[in-house]
């Protein structure tokens, strides 16, 4: 959606929304830290965010990886800015190739700063001049794709009047050119702004305005910042930071409370602006501590429109349906499946393509390195240390496993009890959901989609299973006529009591004036192309012991011999009955929980005595 219709529709619904800003970092491991980060901001409800370019297109390269990335991976709405100065027209043209080929339909266009070392812009042969230029080669060569915005200037207000003037011609040439909305250099003087807002409506400009806020994390940062940009900083400002410039703690909860009351009076006023726009120099905590300064709450259809990320990349945008396998690796799926050129039903795929289930140049792998793996999962030796990470990652108190990229969700937490005690039995769980009754779609751990809704879920549990334990699980399972099931090892040998070929939904939700809504679902094509990926990525584990090591051979032997299983209980009102086949296996073998683990209702405190992961 372009970042215009998202104003318009805020404006409709009468609410305040906010936007962030970051920057491309200089490292490979700078940029992959710096995309864990937005993924957790994701989750302080921006309507979109915006990735900036640095002049004569330095990190090219890397703003484009960030656009497409966010796009896809992360499904949040972004802007890329592109600046001209020093820039050739060539260049220009591949940066506008790449962001419409990821989906990215916003573009900041800006004549940009001088390049290092000169105070002087810089027109390269065959590039442009000025902004209104590129401005110009963006309408001619891609019509209304993209939404186009520009910069703003507050303290052009303070300009001598023949100065003021002609800053405001050529702002009003731009946009007259065909320009969407406009975002403003960083301020805190609000009544600068809130003039030069009025000056703005008078010379005929109408497209949204919105203001670029800036957090202040230090006291050297914001000296820094505020002379770079010369911006004018309010008397009472350092009267009230810079008695405590030695202490960063104190500056950031002084400075916080001071933008925050600069961000009410902005909405505060009677100047139309509900939306505000935060440069967040890649930094979290003071970004976050100013959202909860202003209570602003995150949408839920804004976090999670759907149960699961969704990609906003060409082709995926309309995507409603999605297979759970793949819950807890977003981006293998993605990748996966992006060259999959049969949509049957405008699902996600099918087995007859002949570009089903390939990957992209980055193939199955494991996030972390040997190093930090190691320092997380150790060196385990024997399935009792396997048992004890599995249980550890279900109470959230290991941040991941080879087959999560992410640590548990919230859900999932709810019932880490009987994850556990399934865990310490020997069934290894990686992915699983609780069964949900009619949650509010504004529910803080189970909601999604649109208000005044309500969603549903039936509980599914996702694991890797020794042959003996699997044969004793069956006929418990059969038990159950509610139950559904597959199960596979890595030569590909199948069981199932599922006879149907069709997928089964196991989540759905229904809002005001849609159809129902059913955006995971089981099947079995899908679950046999990620069981390729779901053992490779337990090789990929094993690859980072030495091959003499003990740890490696556990966990070859693993992945030859164990089946990966997944089981539906198709009665979404009874959340206990998924587990009880499970209970009912590690009690009549006798298999034993680790002290702290109450055997009658999963109560789980893992000790470490006795299951401690050692080096071998």
Not at 88 to 97: Q, S
Not at 171 to 184: A, P, Q, R, Y
Not at 290 to 302: A, G, I, K, S
Request: net charge negative.
């Amino acid at each position: 959606m372009k970042i215009s219709q998202k104003i318009e529709q805020a404006r409709k619904e009468n609410r305040i929304w906010w936007s962030f800003e970051y920057f491309p970092p200089r490292t490979a491991q700078g940029l992959q830290n710096l995309v864990d980060r937005i993924e957790r901001m994701r989750a302080l409800g921006p309507e979109f965010i915006d990735v900036t370019w640095n002049a004569g297109g330095r990190t090219s390269d890397l703003t484009s990886e960030m656009v497409k990335t966010c796009q896809s991976s992360i499904g949040i709405e972004t802007c890329m800015h592109l600046t001209c100065t020093n820039m050739p027209k060539e260049k220009v043209e591949i940066a506008l190739r790449d962001a419409k080929q990821h989906g990215c339909r916003n573009i900041l266009a800006l004549r940009g700063d001088p390049p290092a070392g000169s105070d002087e812009w810089q027109t390269v042969e065959g590039g442009f001049e000025h902004g209104i230029d590129l401005i110009r080669y963006i309408h001619d060569n891609y019509g209304d794709y993209f939404d186009i915005a520009v910069p703003g200037f507050p303290q052009h207000q303070l300009l001598p009047p023949d100065e003021r003037d002609q800053e405001m011609r050529w702002l009003k040439e731009k946009i007259d050119e065909g320009v969407s909305f406009i975002f403003t250099q960083m301020f805190y003087d609000v009544d600068i702004f809130v003039e030069w807002v009025k000056s703005v409506r008078a010379a005929g400009i109408t497209i949204p305005i919105v203001p670029g806020i800036m957090p202040i994390q230090t006291w050297n940062g914001f000296v820094r910042a505020t002379q770079l940009a010369k911006t004018v900083i309010p008397k009472s400002y350092m009267e009230a930071l810079e008695p405590h410039k030695n202490n960063d703690e104190k500056v950031r909860a002084i400075g916080t409370k001071l933008v925050a009351d600069l961000c009410r009076r902005i909405i505060r006023e009677d100047i139309g602006i509900k939306g505000l726009h935060f440069y967040t120099m890649n930094l979290e905590r003071g970004t976050k501590m100013l959202l909860q300064e202003l209570n602003f709450v995150p949408r839920v259809e804004t976090i999670k429109p759907l149960p699961w990320r969704q990609s906003l990349t060409p082709g995926r945008r309309e995507e409603t349906i999605r297979p759970i396998f793949w819950a807890n690796r977003t981006k293998s799926y993605i990748s996966r499946t992006e060259n999959w050129d049969e949509y049957p039903n405008g699902r996600f795929g099918d087995s007859r393509s002949p570009a089903y289930g390939e990957l992209d140049g980055y193939g199955v792998w494991i996030k972390q390195t040997k190093e930090e793996a190691h320092k997380l999962w150790g060196h385990p030796t024997t399935i009792e240390q396997i048992a004890s990470l599995f249980a550890r990652f279900c109470l959230g108190t290991l941040t991941s496993l080879p087959w999560s990229d992410q640590a548990p969700a919230a859900e999932t937490l709810t019932i880490s009890e009987p994850l556990v005690r399934m865990n310490y039995y020997g069934f290894f769980t990686i992915n699983s959901q609780p069964a949900v009754n009619g949650a509010r779609s504004d529910d803080r751990v189970f909601g999604w989609g649109p208000s005044n809704g309500y969603v549903y879920q039936k509980a599914y549990l996702e694991f890797f299973v020794s042959t003996e334990l699997l044969q004793a699980l069956l006929p418990e399972i059969e038990r159950d006529p509610q139950i559904t099931y597959y199960a596979i090892n890595k030569r590909g040998d199948l069981k199932t009591n599922n006879h149907s070929d069709g997928p089964n939904a196991v989540t759905w939700g229904v809002f005001p004036g849609k159809e129902i809504i059913q955006p995971t679902i089981v099947e079995a094509i899908s679950f046999m192309a990620w069981k390729d990926e779901a053992f490779e990525l337990g090789y990929h584990w094993s690859n980072l012991y030495e091959s003499n090591s003990s740890s490696r051979a556990l966990l070859r032997d693993l992945m030859d011999t164990y089946f990966l299983v997944n089981v539906v209980h198709n009665d979404f009102k009874d959340s206990e009955a998924i587990f009880q086949p499970f209970f009912r296996v590690g009690e009549a073998k006798g298999l034993p929980l680790p002290n702290g683990i109450n055997g009658t209702n999963g109560t789980a405190t893992p000790a470490t005595n006795g299951t401690s992961i050692t080096k071998d």
